[in-house]
């Protein structure tokens, strides 16, 4: 798959500069899809068989005119694509239109001949909401066909407006080859509905505590549109990127050079798997994805290259050491990764394991709008939600079993420009300094990452930066990216939000009657020993085993003595020796 992207890069013409984006080199994180396979054909011997390419939605907005969607009791009108890919003329077929799965329009097609496309049409009176439209062609399976499953096609109404502009010879390909892979598709239409099933079906299951319900929005393709070989760009730009830079009526624009096909991307007619373009194109998903105005996650990615003619980005020294490629922040692979970014899946090169909670929550963040600032790959507002930060940051520092690190020292290097694309350099100089308090805590800014505003393109990708703790004569690196605060925000928390560093190495020996670990003895312990008190000889209740303070197998007065004496008061360090 990354195979697809490196030829969606070579289709086009080479850019002054900083070009396009690299492909993912590799994604460490997340979970495998499995692959989706369609039903089996109908029939395989017939030679027949009937499709239905897409549905347009009419009449079409520009999606930044004032109005720019259709309004409860509008008129709208859907536009449904029927044609004919056997090898015979079809003499009559019905077919039926169905609301939210309900009948509400039908007719017939008669002597449908060999390659023809009908149009046929039903309008409503626009509703808000969530409804879907579905269009049947032979819904009582009258004619025997080659393939049953690209009989209908059915779209959310409120989808997000998807255009395709693809090249004779590539539909042509597509129409002839197919077939090849034995899961119903007959032509590129259906090849380009497979693609947009699946990015519907990620998104129904990116279910995570950020997006509970999943990415909200659906897609639909509205438009398809056939051009003789070599017509992309009709209107500058990239073939692929800016197909159809005059088109505002779509949200999400690719097109399909005749070039496409010199390589081998489309070669495997065969072989229906998440690996295979031909079947799922997983590099398109994730193209789409950055037209949608998601990032490249790869980008927050670190490495240290100078030994092999490139550019270290961590540029620290400990000491005498330098501390990339060091015990304190060793090669993860090939002798340069330092880091891999959190949250990996789609957008950081794992087409086949769908959206990741970034990218869910992203996409959330502007479910059910329109395009802003471009309908291609890249708007002007591509990653502007990593700008989303809560106004008060709290990193607690804690030891292995959840106590905290008190007093701890902690250092912030960020990250400045660099070569290329998602360039960063993270130099020897500390740039904020904290130390945690009794709970473990550091209390840090709205933007501890740069003075400025968080960029993520080329030359610069100040998104991530480097945490030097020290604790008890003990050091540690840490890697922190900013998701971990956009989704702190995008959870509500958008003026305090908590994160937690766990350190491995001794701790300072914590004051027993401190139960909740926030560094001093007060009426909130109190609460906890009153909770637990079971009298001389009681039974101890789960969960109240730290309020034993005499080493007894009861909490009772002799218990509540030792607690009395300990008492530091609300705020104020409690005495390590109290217990003694």
């Given at each position: 798959?990354?195979a697809g992207?490196?030829?969606?890069?070579?289709?086009?013409?080479?850019?002054?500069?900083?070009?396009?984006?690299p492909?993912?080199?590799?994604?460490?994180?997340?979970?495998?899809?499995?692959?989706?396979?369609?039903?089996?054909?109908?029939?395989?011997?017939?030679?027949?068989?009937?499709?239905?390419?897409?549905?347009?939605?009419?009449?079409?907005?520009n999606?930044?005119?004032?109005?720019?969607?259709?309004?409860?009791?509008?008129?709208?009108?859907?536009?449904?694509?029927?044609?004919?890919?056997?090898?015979?003329?079809?003499?009559?077929?019905?077919?039926?239109?169905?609301?939210?799965?309900?009948?509400?329009?039908?007719?017939?097609?008669?002597?449908?001949?060999?390659?023809?496309?009908?149009?046929?049409?039903?309008s409503?009176?626009?509703?808000?909401?969530?409804?879907?439209?579905?269009?049947?062609?032979?819904p009582?399976?009258?004619?025997?066909?080659?393939?049953?499953v690209?009989?209908?096609?059915?779209?959310?109404?409120?989808?997000?407006?998807?255009?395709?502009?693809?090249?004779?010879?590539?539909?042509?390909?597509f129409?002839?080859?197919?077939?090849?892979?034995?899961?119903?598709?007959?032509?590129?239409?259906?090849?380009?509905q497979?693609?947009?099933?699946?990015?519907?079906?990620?998104?129904?299951?990116?279910?995570?505590?950020?997006?509970?319900?999943?990415?909200?929005?659906?897609?639909?393709?509205?438009?398809?549109?056939?051009?003789?070989?070599?017509?992309?760009?009709?209107?500058?730009g990239?073939?692929?990127?800016?197909?159809?830079?005059?088109?505002?009526t779509?949200?999400?624009?690719?097109?399909?050079?005749?070039?496409?096909?010199?390589?081998?991307?489309?070669?495997?007619?065969?072989?229906?798997?998440?690996?295979?373009?031909?079947?799922y194109?997983?590099?398109?998903?994730?193209?789409?994805?950055?037209?949608?105005?998601?990032?490249?996650?790869?980008?927050?990615?670190?490495?240290?290259?100078?030994?092999?003619?490139?550019?270290?980005?961590?540029?620290?020294?400990?000491?005498d050491?330098?501390?990339?490629?060091?015990?304190?922040?060793?090669?993860?692979?090939?002798?340069?990764?330092?880091?891999?970014?959190?949250?990996?899946?789609?957008?950081?090169?794992?087409?086949?394991?769908?959206?990741?909670?970034?990218?869910?929550?992203?996409?959330?963040?502007?479910?059910g709008?329109?395009?802003?600032?471009?309908?291609?790959?890249?708007?002007?507002?591509?990653?502007?939600?990593?700008?989303?930060?809560?106004?008060?940051?709290?990193?607690?520092?804690?030891?292995?079993?959840?106590?905290?690190?008190?007093?701890?020292?902690?250092?912030?290097?960020?990250?400045?420009?660099?070569?290329?694309?998602?360039?960063?350099?993270?130099?020897?100089?500390?740039?904020?300094?904290?130390?945690?308090?009794?709970?473990?805590?550091?209390h840090l800014?709205?933007n501890?990452?740069?003075?400025?505003?968080?960029?993520?393109?080329?030359?610069?990708?100040?998104?991530?930066?480097?945490?030097?703790i020290?604790?008890?004569?003990?050091?540690?690196?840490?890697?922190?990216?900013?998701?971990?605060?956009?989704i702190?925000?995008?959870?509500?928390?958008?003026?305090?939000?908590?994160?937690?560093?766990?350190?491995?190495?001794?701790?300072?020996?914590?004051?027993?009657?401190?139960?909740?670990?926030?560094?001093?003895?007060?009426?909130?312990?109190?609460?906890?020993?009153?909770?637990?008190?079971?009298?001389?000889?009681g039974?101890?209740?789960?969960?109240?085993?730290?309020?034993?303070?005499?080493?007894?197998?009861?909490?009772?007065?002799?218990?509540?003595?030792?607690?009395?004496?300990?008492?530091?008061?609300?705020?104020?360090?409690?005495?390590?020796?109290?217990?003694?």
């Amino acid at each position: 798959m990354i195979a697809g992207l490196l030829l969606h890069a070579l289709a086009v013409a080479a850019s002054a500069g900083m070009g396009l984006p690299p492909p993912p080199p590799f994604s460490p994180a997340g979970k495998p899809a499995a692959p989706v396979v369609a039903e089996p054909a109908a029939d395989p011997a017939s030679t027949a068989d009937l499709d239905v390419a897409n549905i347009e939605r009419t009449p079409r907005y520009n999606y930044d005119a004032a109005k720019n969607n259709p309004a409860p009791g509008d008129l709208v009108t859907f536009s449904g694509h029927i044609r004919n890919t056997g090898d015979g003329t079809v003499a009559s077929v019905s077919y039926e239109w169905r609301l939210n799965d309900a009948p509400v329009a039908s007719g017939t097609l008669t002597n449908l001949a060999v390659d023809e496309e009908r149009v046929v049409t039903w309008s409503w009176t626009w509703q808000a909401g969530d409804h879907w439209i579905k269009l049947v062609v032979d819904p009582g399976n009258v004619i025997a066909e080659s393939s049953e499953v690209n009989n209908q096609v059915v779209d959310r109404t409120n989808g997000i407006i998807v255009g395709f502009w693809v090249e004779q010879s590539v539909y042509d390909y597509f129409g002839t080859h197919q077939k090849d892979l034995g899961v119903g598709s007959n032509s590129w239409d259906d090849w380009a509905q497979r693609q947009m099933g699946f990015w519907n079906q990620f998104s129904q299951n990116a279910i995570y505590p950020t997006t509970p319900n999943g990415v909200l929005d659906r897609v639909r393709i509205d438009k398809i549109v056939v051009v003789p070989d070599g017509a992309l760009p009709l209107a500058g730009g990239y073939p692929t990127n800016h197909p159809d830079l005059g088109d505002k009526t779509v949200d999400l624009m690719w097109g399909f050079p005749a070039t496409l096909l010199d390589g081998s991307m489309y070669s495997n007619h065969t072989s229906a798997s998440m690996g295979n373009p031909f079947y799922y194109e997983g590099s398109l998903l994730h193209e789409l994805g950055h037209a949608r105005y998601l990032i490249d996650t790869y980008g927050f990615d670190v490495h240290n290259t100078a030994h092999n003619g490139g550019h270290d980005s961590i540029q620290i020294w400990e000491g005498d050491i330098y501390v990339g490629g060091s015990s304190y922040m060793p090669y993860l692979a090939w002798g340069e990764v330092l880091y891999y970014n959190k949250y990996g899946m789609m957008m950081s090169g794992g087409y086949d394991e769908g959206w990741s909670e970034y990218d869910a929550g992203a996409l959330n963040r502007i479910a059910g709008q329109r395009a802003c600032c471009g309908n291609y790959n890249a708007p002007g507002n591509i990653g502007v939600f990593l700008n989303d930060l809560p106004a008060n940051n709290h990193l607690r520092i804690t030891d292995e079993v959840g106590q905290p690190r008190r007093g701890a020292n902690v250092r912030i290097y960020r990250a400045t420009s660099g070569p290329g694309w998602y360039g960063k350099t993270i130099d020897n100089t500390p740039d904020l300094e904290f130390s945690t308090d009794n709970a473990g805590y550091a209390h840090l800014p709205r933007n501890p990452f740069t003075a400025g505003s968080i960029q993520h393109t080329y030359g610069i990708a100040n998104s991530i930066m480097v945490l030097r703790i020290s604790h008890l004569d003990q050091i540690w690196y840490r890697f922190q990216e900013v998701t971990d605060f956009n989704i702190e925000y995008w959870r509500g928390n958008t003026q305090n939000a908590y994160y937690s560093i766990e350190l491995p190495g001794p701790n300072e020996t914590p004051v027993s009657a401190d139960f909740d670990g926030d560094g001093d003895v007060d009426q909130e312990d109190f609460g906890h020993l009153q909770v637990c008190l079971t009298g001389s000889g009681g039974a101890i209740v789960s969960g109240c085993e730290n309020a034993v303070l005499d080493g007894d197998t009861d909490v009772d007065a002799a218990d509540l003595a030792i607690f009395v004496n300990c008492i530091s008061g609300a705020d104020v360090s409690a005495d390590p020796d109290c217990l003694d």
